[in-house]
């Protein structure tokens, strides 16, 4: 027997390589290990029959022991047959060939069984150097080994030893059984990362991530389940503090859209205030705001709840000449920003002298914005206050100076919308009759609501006056459009048809000679319109039409019809039309019911259906003993379930 067999007698794998790492001979051990036979392995390079993930410990191994002439040791894993891979410790040193003293390296498998702390040193430094830890599981004993790693890991597990429940009652309720499952799954592959909250003595909750692996220690030697721990505790909460800062700006974004837009839409002063109070300070993580809008040369001033009433009645009423800051805003058109009381006092020196003004911002810093747009004067500014000390942004000072100009445009656009309202109102009233105040045996009610359109003004009228032979004649029209031009063509029509009326005893010929007049005068609208004469005493109703909505007849026992009269087509279109009339009697407490189509027709409602609703209306309020003008009242609130745009008249008449 040689010396070769010598070192390769024994049941642990063994081989020996020349220098450069080829197989010379080897023992069944080192081929079973290698996963091949003997003669598959001679003459190659030992490193080449390992798993990839092995291959460049073991070519290391064995040019270490070649380049140093020392021994080497390695930790490598075996492939299990059928089960876990095997963890040897793997010796490589130099020896001398006896027949040809040629130099050859000895590799062989050493027996750690009695000292498998050993092979845990390699994995032990590894997760160490990646700031891990390392424990080992046995299923037999059901306990837990921490073998060390990163010292802060090691801090959370202070008994190296621990029982299985003890780990687990440590773990959160809604974690245990992936603990569980982990450590009963473990193959001989690495597992994926499993997290865990876990809660070690005198700490709070740590986020652990951990995978494991099953491995048998040594030829002979016991398995176990190796696992690695990472604590993603910090980087959790760098995790959740971003999302929660994402969720904060997308917030603010939002909030600052929402805003933008209420500003943009505001349709009154009230609305504008109510904006600017309830989204200011929660914008700009301010503690209070105030808004002063110029009125007749002096503030007007509201606040929201963050600043005194006090302070507000200090500003309110303030000229716009006076010497202090929120004037000054406005004047200028230049934001202004307080630091402090001191700092106010500085520059407005006139505040000592009035004791209340000069304790403002005593206890906040302020930014003050004009209300503005470019090339017009500020009609007011908002104040928003800070904790003393503070100082805001560029972006923000930005923001706070974009928002303001919306609402400066807003404002402006309200107060032009107001005017124009106003003049409106006032050509309407004039436009509009009064009706006679007493009518023997009749009552009659009118009721209008202006477009919600234009220039909030329209064509629809309605009349009613005495004839020289005691009748009453009663109108109602509309005029195309809902504009200045439509008041126009309104006023036109309706003064022709009184003219034309004193003269001629019915409105057959009323609406003949009217349609002529305006046919004749080139008229730019047409007009669709009812007249009636009503002699008071008999109830004889003579009636005709141009074009315009059905009549609604109510009678008293709650019933309704609905009435097309005669006629012709809409007034100022066609030349020589004759227009028919009717004859009919309107029995005592009956109601006749005239309105114009915005009354009964709509974007929702067909003119057939909205007429049979008003007529229901006015039938049911006949009933019920109500008189016309509550009549008029119902039929006119019904009108905004119509959903049109269009201006609305009403016009009843109760037979008493």
């Known amino acids: 027997m040689d010396a070769s067999d010598e070192l390769l007698r024994g049941a642990d794998p063994a081989a020996l390589l020349m220098l450069d790492g080829a197989i010379r001979c080897l023992n069944s051990a080192m081929a079973t290990a290698l996963g091949r036979s003997a003669e598959q392995c001679l003459g190659h390079g030992f ?49 001398k060939d006896p027949a040809s003293d040629e130099p050859l390296i000895w590799v062989h498998a050493l027996d750690a069984r009695n000292d498998l702390a050993s092979l845990l040193i390699p994995f032990r430094l590894a997760t160490s150097a990646a700031h891990l830890g390392l424990w080992m599981y046995s299923s037999d004993e059901h306990q837990l080994e921490w073998l060390g790693g990163a010292p802060a890991l090691a801090a959370l597990f202070p008994d190296p030893t621990v029982s299985l429940s003890t780990v687990i009652s440590a773990v959160h309720a809604d ?32 986020q652990l991530a951990a995978q494991t692996r099953r491995i048998q220690l040594g030829y002979g030697g016991p398995e176990r389940v190796f696992g690695i721990l990472r604590d993603d505790t910090k980087r959790e909460k760098r995790k959740e503090k971003a999302q929660a800062a994402l969720t904060a700006e997308r917030q603010r974004a939002k909030d600052i859209a929402d805003f933008s837009s209420a500003l943009i839409t505001a349709a009154t002063e009230q609305e504008l205030q109510q904006v600017a109070l309830t989204r200011l300070a929660a914008t700009f993580g301010a503690g209070g705001a105030l808004l002063a809008i110029v009125d007749e040369g002096r ?116 107060r032009w919308q107001q005017a124009r309202v106003e003049l409106a109102t006032a050509l309407q009233k004039t436009m509009l009759p009064t009706l006679p105040e007493h009518l023997a045996g009749l009552e009659v009610a009118a ?17 009613a006056f005495v004839m020289p032979d005691g009748t009453v004649a009663l109108e109602i029209g509309d005029a195309q459009g809902h504009d200045v031009d439509a008041v126009a063509a309104m006023g036109q029509v309706r003064a022709s048809m009184r003219a034309i009326a004193a003269r001629e005893p019915d409105p057959a010929t009323v609406l003949t000679n009217t ?10 609208r047409f007009s669709s319109c009812t ?29 309704h019809g609905i009435h097309e009269l005669a006629g012709g087509p809409v007034l100022g279109v066609l030349p020589g039309i004759e227009y028919r009339e009717e004859i009919f009697t309107l029995d005592e407490g009956n109601a006749l019911v005239m309105v114009t189509d915005g009354v009964v027709e709509g974007p929702g409602l067909t003119l057939d259906a909205g007429l049979e609703r008003a007529g229901a209306l006015a039938g049911a309020a006949l009933r019920d003993g109500l008189n016309a003008e509550e009549i008029a009242d119902r039929v006119l609130e019904s009108a905004a379930a119509v959903d049109h745009v269009d201006d ?3 016009l009843v008449i109760r037979r008493a």
């Open 47 to 95: 490193g080449d029959l390992w798993p990839a993930s092995q291959r460049m410990s073991a070519e290391s191994l064995v040019a270490h022991a070649a380049r140093t002439k020392a021994v080497a040791m390695r930790v490598l894993d075996f492939p299990g047959r059928g089960g876990a891979p095997i963890a040897s410790l793997i010796e490589a040193q130099e020896v």
């Open 175 to 206: 974690d245990r059984e992936a603990l569980r499952q982990l450590l009963r799954s473990a193959t001989t592959q690495q597992s994926p990362w499993v997290r865990v909250r876990y809660l070690p003595q005198h700490e709070g909750w740590h």
């Open 299 to 414: 503030l007007r001033v509201s606040t929201d709840a963050g600043i005194a009433m006090w302070e507000v009645e200090v500003i309110s009423g303030l000229p716009l000449d006076h010497p202090s800051a929120l004037p000054e805003a406005i004047r200028t058109g230049k934001p202004q920003f307080i630091l402090n009381r001191e700092d106010y006092l500085r520059r407005w020196p006139h505040g000592a002298e009035f004791p209340r003004l000069g304790r403002l911002g005593s206890d906040y810093a302020a930014s003050i914005t004009p209300l503005s747009e470019a090339g017009n004067q500020p009609l007011g500014a908002w104040l928003v206050t800070y904790a003393s000390g503070y100082r805001p942004s560029l972006e923000e000072r930005t923001l706070m100076g974009t928002l303001a100009d919306l609402a400066g445009q807003a404002l402006r656009r309200i």
């Open 447 to 463: 009721r209008y609501r202006p477009s919600r359109d234009g220039l909030d003004i329209g064509g629809d009228w309605y009349d």
């Open 515 to 524: 349609n002529e007049l305006l046919v004749t005068m080139g008229a730019a």
């Open 531 to 559: 007249m009636l004469h009503i002699d008071p005493g008999e109830g004889r109703v003579t009636g005709a039409s141009a074009g315009h909505v059905p009549l609604l007849c109510a009678s008293k026992d709650g019933g």
């Open 648 to 650: 609305v008249a009403v």
